[in-house]
């Protein structure tokens, strides 16, 4: 039976590729005013719906009935709109 032939290596130790250069984020790119002004709507939404239910349906603003919890969340969303803009 013939002999196989031999595979040549191409190095004979592994060398790992060179690292590129790692990129610094800068963290202070001035949306300093996302962070307050998101987690203020969230908390203005959540004390909306919250007075709307415990003082049963008279404040915030009585003649608007229900809509009180669609404005509510409405804060609640906008939050969430603001929350996209933070780094």
């Given at each position: 039976?013939?002999?196989?032939?031999?595979?040549?290596?191409?190095?004979?130790?592994?060398?790992?590729?060179?690292?590129g250069?790692?990129?610094?984020?800068d963290?202070?790119s001035g949306?300093?005013?996302?962070?307050?002004?998101?987690?203020?709507?969230f908390?203005i939404?959540?004390?909306?719906?919250v007075?709307?239910?415990?003082?049963?349906?008279?404040l915030?603003?009585?003649?608007?009935?229900?809509?009180?919890?669609?404005?509510g969340?409405?804060?609640?969303a906008?939050?969430?709109?603001?929350?996209?803009q933070?780094?």
């Amino acid at each position: 039976m013939p002999k196989s032939r031999v595979r040549k290596k191409k190095g004979d130790a592994f060398t790992p590729p060179e690292k590129g250069q790692a990129t610094k984020i800068d963290m202070r790119s001035g949306r300093r005013w996302v962070a307050p002004l998101m987690l203020a709507m969230f908390v203005i939404g959540l004390a909306w719906i919250v007075v709307y239910y415990v003082t049963q349906a008279d404040l915030p603003i009585k003649s608007l009935e229900d809509w009180n919890i669609v404005i509510g969340f409405g804060f609640i969303a906008v939050g969430f709109v603001v929350s996209t803009q933070w780094k």
